[in-house]
T-cell receptor, first 115, second 109 residues
């Protein structure tokens, strides 16, 4: 069964450093998403992406964040200068159609620890 | 503001039935989702409701009342592997998923 993959599974970085989290969505999916979940807290929407541009973003997704689809398979989330409060699990998701009726398939997540 | 409320924790017995409630106040409504999340893992999709009524899918059913801003997830014939958090999420007018904090379900033998 096709699945969303994410690398790395765990990233440790120092405050102020840049990190890139990588995702490979399901191959025939067209809509891509990033979410984060701080330990013990609720899932939070960050951004959705379609046709090589951001379609929606939340208040969390400020200038420190960017997304890119550098080739036909990868979808990346970059945090330019990490802060302690960026420590969280970051989930990538993809869907075949926008979620008017479709479901989003989540990757296993990348645990980001900022020290 | 937008708000999704669900109980923090519930306990049920293996083989029994449990109902997890969710109430929401959001800016617009474009569907309600239930996800299951085991500790340390990604959410996995369970159900989707956009019209009022009951959607049944094997041991799991989900109900929606848009006028009441209310949904529930019904789990039948509980198994130990159903121990997990159950997340209610609503798609708002901007088609963003707004998530509840999740209900931790503990299954006892």
């Amino acid at each position: 069964e096709p699945e969303v993959t994410q690398t790395p599974s765990h990233q440790v970085t120092q405050m102020g450093q840049e990190v890139i989290l990588r995702c490979v969505p399901i191959s025939n999916h067209l809509y891509f998403y990033w979410y984060r979940q701080i330990l013990g807290q609720k899932v939070e929407f960050l951004v959705s992406f379609y046709n090589n541009e951001i379609s929606e973003k939340s208040e969390i997704f400020d200038d420190q964040f960017s997304v890119e689809r550098p080739d036909g398979s990868n979808f990346t989330l970059k945090i330019r200068s990490t802060k302690l409060e960026d420590s969280a699990m970051y989930f990538c998701a993809s869907s075949e159609i926008p979620d008017r009726v479709g479901e989003q398939y989540f990757g296993p997540g990348t645990r980001l620890t900022v020290t | 503001g937008q708000n999704i409320d669900q109980p923090t924790e519930m306990t049920a017995t293996e083989g029994a039935i449990v109902q997890i409630n969710c109430t929401y106040q959001t800016s617009g409504f474009n569907g309600l989702f239930w996800y299951q999340q085991h500790a340390g893992e990604a959410p996995t999709f369970l159900s989707y409701n956009v019209l009022d009524g009951l959607e049944e899918k094997g041991r799991f059913s989900s109900f929606l009342s848009r006028s009441k801003g209310y949904s529930y997830l019904l789990l039948k014939e509980l198994q130990m592997k159903d121990s997990a958090s159950y997340l209610c999420a609503v798609r708002d007018s901007n088609y963003q998923l707004i998530w509840g904090a999740g209900t931790k379900l503990i299954i006892k033998p």
